[in-house]
């Protein structure tokens, strides 16, 4: 097993910003600005990562929750995007078992004008060979389409001619982020959300960071780099001003909706205009998603009642049998993802290859990407910061090193004795599994807490497996600062279930937390 990387408290020490230069100054908390961070202190630069928002708090927690290869790239020939976006599915498991966890995924086949078994069934066997080695989910099979509706009858029995399971993985997109922005602390970055990047500094050698304020304390203070990487996606554009390269802002939008009764599988579904999308089981819910829009601004990036529409049309027309209709529809989210000009006429068909520029000198810019391959792309971009720096840079090992949380033995042998400890603690049995899932080897401090407070072991709201402990041990070692922290991305309760009593023992929680620190 490779060596452990120091687990949690992630903690804000925004005091340590101040009075010295860094090799680097990261800005932007997402999956890319997490990653870079960590790759850069784990390399041996001194680096300061700093979020306007909190960790993960734009595109990197509204994506569509997957690790995932795009099975639908190999119909635009990006076989090369493909293999790598593999090979990272099959090194996020390895270095976090307990957060990429394997999905399968059902892709029933009509008649129609697009429609060929053949083609499908060649194109997941390149698939299986893309992602070939050890790998993190089973090769796929093909139902003839009497076991298909046998196992599924929710789905349209009209002119349908096969189907197929192929597997790929799920991810909590935001926990991910957020452990990702830990690991680069414990390698001794200075990580501080709720600090917003005002205006870059500069002088005749080009930029030498940031004009910082720190929104708590509404102070303000100069952070001086030696590189500075604009990592802050769509938002960062503003940041660059003139020098702001040009790009397509997509947005993309998901529906939350009940669960699948006795569905643990996921859905590729192709809509009426060509363009394909998931039906994923989530906590206990199912996503929707996602749509594809091309917009000018990243405010623009709101759920409409047409994207609703559009996506139930598609449902429906799908699996039929779940009879669903926007009265079902219990939150709906949207994202955006910037990506490089294409001559594409269609965004499904856009690469999402990762380009890191220069727009001025000693900043850098990465445009494109996915969160799959965003620690890959993150070594490209740390390469890069060395080259701007004149300096040799040592090899990169985040594809190596296990995030926080990774157990010390093989996962499938600890999760059964740790739901079974979470259990014997007064954990109830669904939220074990997911506490076992979230937190991994964590839980021993949660164990800890809820033995030194049993009334932490409740259900932040019943319907839902969150607990009391994880919103206490969200304030005081995991960086939240506010209920959106806690309710959002510590743990996605509002995103599944918008609740207002829960925000209210939540904010309770956070007023009786700050009187004793």
């Known amino acids: 097993m490779p060596e452990m990387v120091a687990a949690f408290p992630f903690l804000r020490r925004p005091a340590a910003l101040s009075g010295r230069e860094f090799d680097l100054l990261v800005i932007g908390g997402g999956i890319y600005g997490a990653w870079i961070a960590n790759d850069a202190a784990q390399r041996g630069l001194s680096v300061a990562l700093v979020e306007k928002h909190d960790w993960g708090s734009g595109s990197s927690s509204a994506s569509s929750k997957l690790i995932h290869g795009g099975l639908r790239y190999l119909e635009n020939y990006q076989f090369d995007f493909v293999r790598q976006a593999l090979r990272e599915r099959r090194r996020l498991v390895r270095i976090a078992p307990h957060l990429v966890r ?3 995924f059902i892709v029933p086949v009509w008649k129609g004008p697009r429609a060929s078994t053949f083609t499908l069934s060649a194109g997941l066997t390149l698939y299986d060979l893309l992602g070939a080695g050890s790998r993190p989910v089973a090769r796929h099979r093909q ?4 076991a298909l509706l046998a196992e599924f009858p929710f789905v349209d029995p009209r002119n349908l001619l096969a189907g197929f399971r192929y597997g790929d993985c799920q991810v909590d997109d935001a926990r991910m982020t957020l452990v990702v922005a830990a690991a680069a602390q414990s390698h001794g970055a200075v990580c501080v959300n709720h600090m917003a990047a005002e205006r870059l500094l500069e002088d005749e050698g080009g930029v030498r960071g940031a004009l910082l304020r720190d929104r708590e304390t509404r102070q303000s203070f100069e952070l001086r780099a030696q590189v500075t990487v604009n990592a802050a996606g769509p938002w960062g554009l503003a940041l660059a001003g003139e020098a702001a390269p040009p790009v397509r802002r997509v947005k993309g939008t998901h529906l939350v909706m009940p669960p699948i009764p006795g569905c643990e599988e996921a859905f590729l579904l192709t809509a009426r205009d060509g363009r394909v999308f998931f039906v994923i089981p989530w906590y206990g819910r199912t996503l929707v998603g996602t749509t594809e829009q091309e917009i000018t601004s990243p405010a623009q990036a709101q759920p409409t009642d047409e994207d609703t529409r559009y996506l139930l049309a598609g449902l429906n027309n799908g699996l039929p049998g779940l009879r669903w209709t926007a009265r079902d529809v219990i939150a709906r989210y ?13 965004l499904s068909q856009m690469t999402r290859e990762a380009a890191v520029i220069q727009p001025r000198p000693r900043l850098l810019m990465h445009i494109g990407g996915s969160y799959t391959t965003a620690r890959r792309d993150s070594v490209e971009i740390v390469d890069a910061v060395y080259r701007a720096l004149d300096r040799r840079a040592p090899p ?3 594809h190596e090193l296990p995030l926080p949380g990774t157990p010390p033995l093989p996962f499938e042998q600890w999760q059964p004795q740790a739901i079974a400890r979470l259990i014997a603690c007064g954990v109830d049995e669904e939220a074990a599994g997911w506490l076992s899932l979230r937190h991994g080897s964590g839980i021993e401090l949660l164990m800890q807490r809820m033995e030194e407070r049993p009334e932490w072991r409740a259900r932040i709201h019943p319907e839902l497996p969150f607990l009391m402990v994880e919103a206490a041990h969200a304030l005081e070692a995991e960086m939240a600062r506010d209920a959106d922290d806690v309710l959002r991305r510590r743990v996605p309760l509002e995103l599944l279930l918008p609740d207002d009593d829960s925000r209210e023992r939540i904010e309770n929680l956070i007023g009786r ?5």
């Not at 139902?143 to 009497?146: E, F, H, K, L, M």
């Open 102 to 104: 394997p999905l399968n």
């Open 143 to 146: 139902y003839r389409p009497p």
């Open 334 to 346: 949207a994202g955006v993802r910037m990506l490089l000009p294409a001559e594409y006429g269609s």
């Open 396 to 398: 990169s090992r985040t």
């Open 513 to 517: 937390h700050r009187t004793t620190v």
